[in-house]
Nanobody, 126 residues
Framework: QVQLVESGGGLVQAGGSLRLSCAAS????????MGWFRQAPGKEREFVAA????????YYTDSVKGRFTISRDNAKNTVYLQMNSLKPEDTAIYYC???????????????????WGQGTQVTVSS
């Protein structure tokens, strides 16, 4: 059974940084794309970033490009989201997700992710 456990969320002032981690277990981590999504109060869940199984290909939503970096350590079965220059509009619950099937490229499409973590709260104060 696949389990994804996020950590690293918290309260930070605008302009600050946080690093989210997501530890995976239950199946071979290194062959699946991983993604980060977020959901703000009253809004739908949205794509943030994704990374291919090898770590060599990454995608970002436009609003975080240049500020967030997704990475993975396949030896530790962990994916990370480094968030710099945080803004109040980044406030949300952040979820990591693992692709349902093996894919060459990462995906921004939620339905292609079969496993989700419980989420970690990120709050950015102005």
């Amino acid at each position: 059974q696949v389990q994804l456990v996020e950590s690293g969320g918290g309260l930070v002032q605008a302009g600050g940084s946080l690093r989210l981690s997501c530890a995976a277990s239950g199946r071979t981590f290194s062959v699946y794309s991983m993604g980060w999504f977020r959901q703000a109060p009253g809004k739908e869940r949205e794509f943030v970033a994704a990374i291919a199984w090898s770590g060599g290909i990454t995608y970002y939503t436009d609003s975080v490009k240049g500020r967030f970096t997704i990475s993975r350590d396949n030896a530790k079965n962990t994916v990370y989201l480094q968030m710099n220059s945080l803004k109040p509009e980044d406030t949300a619950i952040y979820y990591c997700a693992q692709a349902r099937e093996r894919m060459t490229m990462p995906t921004m499409t939620p339905i292609r992710y079969g496993y989700w973590g419980q989420g970690t709260q990120v709050t950015v104060s102005s």
